[in-house]
């Protein structure tokens, strides 16, 4: 009897314990399928905890899918998180439509009064005049380049117009290097390149195809097909078929990688040093007179209307937008949110935003986000079918098949 | 008849009939308590079929009559919108035809090659060292044997390189999960490696209730090992093997784990089969009318498979007596 008592009280201190180490008492749940930075919002909580005692407990879920699905079910049972993440553009609209998501505006006048937020940042996450969210990172999408392959290559300056950039790669192609990095790794990278050649050959039309004024088979995104297939066609490309990019990135494979500044952190752990090994450019566009533009992507942080009525998740989100959350969350994660005083989180995206500001570079909406949910993940799988049959016979029949659907859904809205 | 005797009889055939109602009343209150008992009795069973089965069946076939708006719920009627659409679909079109090349191969290779494994195995040296090696991977996850077999189709991967040095040693780079004519044969060939010993294991435990005399007199009397199989050994074997048959069915409509691992990289994933299009569209693009109506479709062929196999397993009972 002594014995069951001596191991019921282990087991008792030992699941205190365990509980004790998942999440602190005052902690807020933060739900997100953003795994990848789990240690980094750990990190970001005990730091938070420490400086005004709520830190995040955060709840990952390990795929996109999955995550919609629990949001989808959590909103279906009335009990949306109070605390979660999301993306910006088709989605963001869809379940601000649901009327259960709050809206920010108190504490998005604080933080522009203060001078620490623009309020062209505050637009870009509002709907209807009324803004939902609070980015967990603001990430420019930049070409990176591996600056000892540009060495080798004999690349002395980071190309400033299209054609600089078609040298760059001739050289790169030339010393033995694949100049450019694309994987179909987790089925939604497919649009990264057609997205940066189309703003860089046609912006307009980029801007058409989000809103059905231009169709998939039209001429703007055939031309981007065949600059597309030209460079495959060309060996400008690594092997689509990898599941390691960001770390076949490290390893050499590849000059140039159009990426989300987020993956920097992911560089870095692999071990290149932002700055010192690689460093990042704007895409020159194909016609000089264009206006300098870079995607830009948010992933926005929101509340459910139960979540904005509970202090400390408000205290914890108010945090997270303050200086002092900025900067822990810049220094262990890499990542800006958009916060003007803030430390920049590294040197690649201090440059990146020197030159926005020098150049006034327009921000465009990632396709992504930018085109409807319904047409989002059957398109993404059409472009990564592309480069694995780079052909332009292959993107015929991809084009008739995007423009097919294009069609059906802008008929039905 | 005296007035007292026509009261008497009148008396009698009234007490007749008070008693037969009685009688009938106390039947039907009997009967009326020994259903209640037995509907006590199964109730619970009702419940759940009802709750977990028969009510998540209707509404999803009452979905598929309905436009889903995403993260708002249905929204309105659409009649057969869902099913015509099925009907024009590209994807659905490729998953159908990939589902019956999924069904018919996943009876075929495991019948045939556990069916031989079994003959091979029952009485050799050691029979129990192969039958546990060939049982081993239905023992493993499917996400894990997915895990392993994609690798082993990686580009860089071991089959790759097996070709490359059977053929001289140039190079060799097919991507045999990334191409639409390779993708379902390289998964079948994964899916009949993990189930062929569990196939093997039933056919071995019906060879081994097989009645000894008729192969016994079959063998007096001369039969060669290919009459005694073909005349004696596979007729009293058909239960078993239409059993192993509906299981293999199930499993080939069912497959999804393999799939979704094996086919991560490929961009056509949704139309490997219809149970992956049907969790593509609900999960990924959260389009659940339209997968109700994907289910609705798979149910269908399910039930009608399994009507015939229900003939089949009705004839067999009465060939085997």
Do not use: C
């Not at chain 1, 980029?206 to 597309?228: C, M, Q």
């Not at chain 1, 500044?261 to 704007?282: H, N, T, Y």
């Not at chain 2, 790759?160 to 993708?183: C, F, H, K, M, Q």
């Not at chain 2, 039933?202 to 005399?213: F, K, N, Q, S, V």
Request: glycine share 8%; proline share 4%; aromatic share 12%.
């Amino acid at each position: 009897m002594k014995t069951l008592r001596h191991y019921t009280g282990a087991l008792v201190a030992a699941g205190l314990a365990i509980g004790a180490g998942v999440a602190e008492a005052d902690d807020v749940a933060l739900f997100s399928d953003k795994g990848i930075w789990t240690e980094q919002l750990n990190e970001y909580s005990d730091a938070a905890r420490e400086a005004m005692g709520v830190g995040l407990d955060h709840n990952a879920y390990p795929a996109a899918d999955q995550y919609i699905a629990f949001i989808q079910s959590s909103l279906a049972s009335g009990e949306l998180p109070q605390m979660f993440t999301w993306w910006t553009g088709g989605l963001y609209r869809d379940i601000i439509d649901t009327g259960e998501v709050a809206d920010l505006g108190a504490l998005w006048d604080d933080a522009v009064a203060s001078g620490e937020f623009d309020p062209g940042l505050r637009e870009f996450l509002s709907v209807d005049g009324k803004v939902y969210g609070v980015p967990l990172h603001l990430s420019t999408w930049t070409a990176f380049y591996n600056k000892d392959h540009f060495e080798t290559a004999g690349i002395t300056s980071e190309p400033q117009t299209w054609d600089e950039f078609l040298d760059a790669a001739a050289k790169l192609k030339a010393a033995g290097i694949t100049p450019f990095h694309a994987t179909v790794q987790d089925g939604w990278r497919g649009f990264i390149w057609f997205q940066e050649i189309m703003i860089r050959t046609d912006p307009e039309a980029y801007a058409g195809l989000h809103t059905g004024d231009v169709a998939y088979d039209s001429e703007p995104v055939r031309n981007a097909f065949k600059i597309w297939s030209d460079w495959y066609d060309k060996g400008y490309f690594t092997d689509p078929r990898s599941r390691e990019e960001a770390a076949d990135f490290a390893r050499g494979e590849g000059a140039i990688y159009l990426m989300g500044d987020w993956v920097i952190g992911q560089l870095e752990a692999r071990g290149m040093k932002a700055g010192e090994d690689f460093s990042g450019f704007i895409m020159p566009n194909a016609d000089v007179s264009m206006p300098s533009s870079i995607i830009v992507e948010g992933a926005p942080i929101m509340l459910s209307k139960e979540g904005a009525e509970n202090p400390d998740v408000v205290a914890a989100l108010k945090h997270f937008m303050s200086l002092e959350g900025a900067n822990v969350w810049a220094a262990v994660s890499g990542n800006a949110i958009g916060n003007l005083k803030a430390n920049s989180p590294n040197a690649v995206v201090e440059k990146i935003n020197a030159d926005m500001a020098e150049r006034g570079t327009l921000a465009l909406d990632r396709w992504w986000e930018a085109v409807p949910s319904d047409l989002q993940s059957d398109f993404a799988a059409e472009f990564a079918a592309f480069m694995l049959d780079p052909t332009m016979e292959n993107a015929e029949e991809i084009m008739a098949r995007m423009q097919e659907a294009n069609a059906e859904y802008w008929a039905d809205q | 008849m005296t007035r007292s005797e026509q009261l008497k009889q009148a008396d009698a055939t009234l007490m007749a009939e008070i008693g037969q109602d009685q009688l009938r009343h106390k039947i039907r209150k009997t009967e009326r308590r020994n259903f209640l008992t037995a509907f006590a009795f199964f109730a619970p069973a009702l419940l759940l079929v009802g709750a977990l089965l028969l009510f998540p069946v209707g509404y999803n076939i009452y979905l598929s009559f309905t436009k889903w708006k995403k993260f708002k719920g249905y929204d309105q009627f659409a009649g057969f919108s869902n099913y015509t659409k099925l009907a024009s679909n590209h994807a659905f079109e490729d998953a159908l035809i990939n589902t019956s090349i999924w069904v018919g191969a996943s009876v075929i290779f495991p019948l045939a090659i556990g069916f031989f494994f079994a003959l091979v195995f029952r009485s050799v040296r050691g029979e129990e060292a192969f039958k546990s090696i060939i049982f081993f991977p239905k023992i493993l996850a499917p996400t894990a044997v997915g895990v392993i077999w994609f690798y082993f189709y990686a580009p860089d991967g071991v089959l790759n390189r097996l070709i490359s040095l059977a053929s001289g040693g140039d190079p060799v780079d097919i991507g045999w999960l990334y191409e639409a004519s390779t993708i379902t044969p390289a998964i079948i060939v994964t899916f009949v490696w993990q189930t062929v010993g569990l196939v093997m294991v039933l056919t071995l435990i019906g060879l081994a209730a097989l009645p000894r005399d008729p192969i016994e007199a079959a063998t007096i009397d001369g039969a060669s090992n290919w009459q005694i199989m073909r005349h004696i050994i596979v007729p009293l074997l058909l239960p078993t093997l239409l059993v192993v048959t509906i299981l293999s069915v199930l499993a080939g409509f069912t497959v999804f784990d393999l799939l979704w691992v094996m086919g991560s990289g490929y961009p056509g994933k949704r139309s490997l089969s219809l149970v992956v299009m049907m969790y593509f569209e609900a999960f990924q693009k959260s389009s659940w009318a339209f997968a109700s109506a994907i289910a609705v479709v798979i149910g269908m062929v399910v039930l009608a498979i399994t009507w015939v196999q229900a003939l089949l397993q009705h004839r067999i009972d009465r060939m085997t007596g």
